[in-house]
């Protein structure tokens, strides 16, 4: 088959099944529920380090975790969640929340949408493990 034919039936193809999955509603980003639903975010990546303590932000898009081993942090990435221990990592106050630098080349850094009073009190909380 010649390129000009082979190249839009593939740009097109890709761009069809972008669109239908936005139809869908598969594009959308995630977002915890509730509590339960960010445990259970948790224990998707650590099955073996049980939630003692949850914070859930205001608008359900990140999740602060309490374990046994520390703490750790929840949060959407595309339309599932990731969650990371928060050993080692470094928090800087932006304008929207918080940015949160960690030791993982798997997710270098996290920024989070908080408003300010909620922004305070995870930091705090943060640096009392620190």
Do not use: F, N
């Not at 509730?34 to 898009?61: F, I, K, M, N």
């Not at 304008?95 to 908080?114: C, F, K, Q, S």
């Amino acid at each position: 088959m010649p390129l000009s034919i082979l190249l839009p039936m593939v740009v097109l193809g890709i761009a069809g099944i972008a669109v239908l999955l936005h139809l869908l509603g598969l594009s959308r980003r995630a977002v915890l529920a509730d509590e339960a639903a960010a445990r259970a975010a948790w224990l998707r990546e650590y099955p073996g380090d049980a939630p003692v303590h949850v914070t859930l932000c205001q608008d359900h898009s990140a999740a602060l975790i309490e374990t046994g081993r520390g703490r750790g942090v929840v949060w959407p990435m595309g339309a599932d969640t990731t969650a990371r221990h928060l050993d080692g990592a470094r928090l800087t106050p932006t304008r929207t929340g918080l940015r949160i630098d960690l030791p993982d080349y798997t997710a270098p850094r996290v920024h989070l949408t908080l408003d300010a009073g909620e922004s305070a009190r995870w930091q705090a909380t943060l640096k009392e493990t620190a």
